[in-house]
Nanobody
Framework: QVRLVESGGGLVQPGGSLTLSCAAS????????VHWYRHWDRQARENQRE?????????????RYAESVKGRFTISRDSGNNTVNLQMISLKPEDTAVYYC?????????????WGRGTQVTVSS
């Protein structure tokens, strides 16, 4: 059974930094792309969440980012630990959201069927 567990969220001031981590219970990240989605409302449906960043499996490690986070967020894989990180700098209040890890798709633009429960990021002074 595949489980994705996010960590690293918290409260940070505008301009600050956080690094989120997503740990998988299997080596799923060696097979599928990994996505980070977000939504300010934890009650929002999965298809309402915004795609923030994604990284492809395999040697290419191709990434994609939402325009709103380009230059501020960096997604990376730690294959040896079945972990994907999302480094976030220069955070803005509009980055406040629940951030979800997702996998199970080979497509950088589309989510897979595996979701974590999310971690809250709050950017506020």
């Amino acid at each position: 059974q595949v489980r994705l567990v996010e960590s690293g969220g918290g409260l940070v001031q505008p301009g600050g930094s956080l690094t989120l981590s997503c740990a998988a219970s299997t080596n799923i990240f060696d097979i599928y792309a990994v996505h980070w989605y977000r939504h300010w409302d934890r009650q929002a449906r999965e298809n309402q969440r915004e795609l923030v960043a994604a990284i492809q499996s395999g040697a290419s490690g191709t990434t994609r980012y939402a325009e709103s986070v380009k230059g501020r967020f960096t997604i990376s894989r730690d294959s040896g630990n079945n972990t994907v990180n999302l480094q976030m700098i220069s955070l803005k209040p509009e980055d406040t959201a629940v951030y979800y890890c997702n996998s199970g798709s080979h497509n950088l633009e589309l989510p897979g069927r595996y979701w974590g429960r999310g971690t809250q990021v709050t950017v506020s002074s």
